[in-house]
């Protein structure tokens, strides 16, 4: 038996496939852009940030003035530095979460296809052939189980890794506001 029993299903299913192509690549597109953007801004950022340093450097009277715009400079640089990579992984977060979003839709939607194509098999099997379709029925739900199982510990990872990224992220931010707060101590 075949799985398309009409053109009609053949054309349905290829162009299924072919919107399913189409919003990965879209998917795709969105995140190039927004990393593109994101890339931009921060090149503009740094260059209007270097000059601003450049200018107050060449201000400098002192070197109690040079310890005190190292420790002002320092923390700025390193909170930026952690919202760019923050900004990465929440891109990259996303489009990992769009593309599994449509895979999803793609095997639920080839579950009921298989579950359609299985009923209309055991409609027209022989007279005993019920323990066949049963273990094929079994086979798919042991299989949709482990998918479902292997999707769920994928997301915690996912949660996880998102929560040590904030955590670093703080710490980072913190550590280098206390070492700015010591290296001025130290420099008054």
Known sequence: MSAFNTP???????KA???TMLNLANAAFANVERLAALNLNTARSVLEDSIAN???????KDVQGLVSLQASLAQPL???????????????????EEVSKLFEGQIAELNKNLATALDQAAKSAPAGSDTAVAAMKSAIAAANSAYD????????????????????????????????????????
Request: without cysteine; charged residues 20%.
């Open 149 to 188: 199982s292997v999707s769920k510990a994928a997301k915690q990872v996912a949660e996880i890794a998102e929560a040590n990224v904030a955590a670093a992220t703080s710490a980072t931010a913190k550590a280098v506001s206390a070492g700015t707060r010591t290296g001025a101590k130290k420099g008054a």
């Open 17 to 19: 496939n072919v919107e």
């Open 54 to 60: 450049a200018k107050a450097l060449l201000a400098v």
């Open 78 to 96: 390193i909170e930026k530095a952690a919202a760019y990579n923050r900004s990465i992984y929440e891109i990259a977060s996303q489009g990992q």
């Open 8 to 14: 009609e299903q053949f054309a349905a299913a290829n």
